[in-house]
């Protein structure tokens, strides 16, 4: 069974300060994509980036960047100098190769405080 | 990019009353597309899988004579809530499966918020 965790529910930082959101996943198998999203208050789902499970080089899109480790099943994304634009809920999702179904994470709230 | 127009954003109906939400692919044609309800503050649930020509596939717990989902073509898939009642006030989001390079396949309506007085 496929299963993704965001242990931290809800994150206030000031802004400018540097934030990182976890993501740990669970799957038995070898080939999966790994994804982020963010859901702004107005609702949509913002597709921020996919990672398939043969790449664990690490991604930087200008003040985001995403540490993904097959070691420790994790996917970690993190905000550079945060804005107030950034606070939204971020989910993290895990999709096999076959189905398309996805298996969202519960979501992290970020409220960046100006 | 790929598009999906999901209607209405927003509905508000009486009890016992049917709400037929529509999603549509705009510019692509997919064979399969997801129904999502998110309560608030929390996760994406997955209630369904709807197949373009066939019977959707609900997900344990989701009521299928409540949530009538119908995939008649290729572009178009509709989720139907039947008798609502007020706890069936919710976010609710379609999705395409649409894969390609580098982007998202899911490719997600804006969401449509149900709220059952």
């Known amino acids: 069974a496929q299963k993704v965790t965001q242990a931290q529910t809800e994150i206030s930082v000031v802004e400018k300060e540097d934030v990182t959101l976890d993501c740990v996943y669970e799957?038995?198998?070898?080939?999966?994509?790994l994804f982020w999203y963010k859901q702004p208050p107005s609702g949509e789902l913002v597709f921020l980036i996919r990672r398939n499970s043969f790449d664990e080089q690490n991604e930087i899109s200008g003040r985001y960047s995403w540490n993904f480790q097959k070691s420790t099943s994790s996917f970690n994304f993190t905000i550079t100098a945060s804005q107030v634009v950034d606070s939204a809920v971020y989910f993290c999702a895990l999709s096999l190769l076959n189905g398309g179904q996805f298996y969202f994470g519960t979501g992290t709230s970020l409220t960046v405080i100006p | 990019g790929a598009v999906v127009s999901q209607h209405p954003s927003r509905v508000i109906c009486k009890s016992g009353t049917s709400v037929k939400i529509e999603c549509r692919s705009l510019?692509?044609?997919?064979?399969?597309m997801f129904w999502y309800r998110q309560f608030p503050k929390q996760s994406l649930m997955l209630m369904a899988t709807?197949?373009?020509?066939?019977?959707?596939?609900?997900e344990q717990g989701v009521e299928k004579d409540k949530f009538l989902i119908n995939h008649a073509s290729l572009t178009l898939s509709t989720l139907t809530v039947t008798s609502a009642h007020p706890e069936d006030s919710s976010f609710y989001i379609c999705?395409?499966?649409?894969?390609?390079?580098?982007?998202?396949?899911?490719?997600f309506g804006n969401g449509t918020r149900l709220t059952v007085t």
């Open positions: 510019d692509f044609q997919a064979t399969t």
């Open positions: 799957t038995r198998d070898t080939t999966y994509y």
């Open positions: 709807s197949n373009e020509g066939s019977k959707a596939t609900y």
């Open positions: 999705s395409a499966l649409q894969w390609g390079a580098d982007n998202s396949p899911l490719h």
